[in-house]
Every structure is written in C-alpha cells, then in structure tokens.
C-alpha cells in the first residue's frame, strides 16, 4: 500500500509545497514503509509536516527523511517473523486503502485514534458505505467546518450518517416492495374481472331466430 497520496495532501495542507511523483525522495519514504507500517510513515509524516509548517520547507520528503527516525522510534518498528520482511495484513491494507481514499475525498487524513476509529467503523459498515457517508457528511461543508471533519466523522458522524442511509436505503426498498406488490394484485384482480366477464357470456343463450 503506498502513500503518496496522503503524504501529497499533506504537504499541501500543512507545507504549501507540491510533491512531485517523479521526487527521487520516494525511494526512501518507500523504504520507510517496509520498516514501519504504512499509517504509521502516514502520521509521522503529519506531525512532522504540523510542527514545521512555518520553517519554509521547499523538499518534503528530503527534510522529513533527515528526521524520520526521531518521529518514527516511538512507532515501533513493525514485527518481523523469521527473519522476513514485514508484510501488513489484509485488514491493514483495507484500513490503509480506505483513509487514503477518505483522503482523496477530502483533503483531510485519518490518523492516529481517528484510524482507529475507522477500523471500528468497518466492523459494522463496508468500505464503500464508509467512502459514500463521508462524501455525503462533508458535502456542505466549508473551509472552517473541513478542519474538523475528520475529527465530527469519526467521533460519531459517520456512523449516524451511515445508520441514516441504511435506514433510508430500506425504506426505498420497502416502498419498491410495496408498489411492485400493489402492480401485482392490481394485475391480479384485472385477470379476475376480465376472467368472470368472459365466463358470464359463455352463459349467455342467445334467443333462437
């Protein structure tokens, strides 16, 4: 799972400064990520970036590696069994895939115990009725109210804004329901009608000439 979207974002935000793809820095950013888990180069990279958003950084990912190691030694290096490289789970990835897709939505990165926030979130709600909520919970917002967005979703937003659409989404259901059903027995009485009309002129005798 790579980040460079978020780091990107992230620069952005906090630096002014756009980071190229073609930055020949990614190689030690990606070498970061074997060590540690990718949410966690995610993080450090944010505080990092926070705490120097005034320094008038121009290379991001040159200045964040000279000092990478000080905001990453209390992560954690990732564990490594026999002697291999670490590999993140499939709920890892998952989790990574979608703060980065929540952070392409809206400029704003799920860090820290808003991340796991999500991850609790998950448990009861898929990935896309996550993605979905989220568009819709920031659609009306404005500049002021992006700064805690993140923070409103996942200290309870997302998941009203989730239970509202499942119980929006059954109710159409049900309303489809109820008028496929009604077609049905208006159909249904139709047939009966035309079938006793018919069955009444069969009965008719019709008078002798």
């Not at 060590?35 to 121009?58: C, L």
């Not at 002697?83 to 799920?110: K, P, R």
């Not at 609790?120 to 989220?134: P, S």
Request: with cysteine; glycine share 6%.
């Amino acid at each position: 799972m790579k980040v460079n979207g978020p780091l990107q974002k992230i620069s952005k935000q906090y630096l002014k400064v756009e980071i190229h793809d073609h930055d020949s820095n990614w190689k030690g950013i990606e070498e970061l990520r074997k060590e540690f888990k990718s949410h966690q180069v995610q993080t450090a990279f944010e505080k990092w970036a926070k705490s120097n958003r005034f320094s008038g950084i121009t290379s991001p990912l040159y200045s964040f590696l000279l000092v990478a190691d000080n905001y990453l030694k209390d992560a954690g290096a990732a564990s490594v069994e026999d002697s291999t490289s670490y590999q993140e789970t499939n709920e890892d990835v998952g989790l990574d895939e979608l703060c980065t897709a929540l952070c392409l939505i809206g400029e704003e990165s799920f860090t820290g115990r808003h991340r796991a926030a999500l991850a609790d979130l998950r448990k009861t709600a898929t990935d896309k009725e996550i993605k979905d909520a989220y568009t819709e919970f920031i659609s009306n917002c404005d500049d002021f109210a992006m700064k805690t967005a993140v923070k409103r979703f996942a200290e309870g937003g997302g998941k009203d804004f989730i239970n509202v659409a499942l119980e929006r989404a059954r109710l159409i259901k049900e309303e489809q329901a109820l008028q496929e059903k009604l077609a049905l027995d208006f159909q249904k009485k139709r047939a009966e009608e035309r079938a006793a009309i018919l069955s009444e002129t069969d009965e008719i005798i019709l008078p002798e000439g």
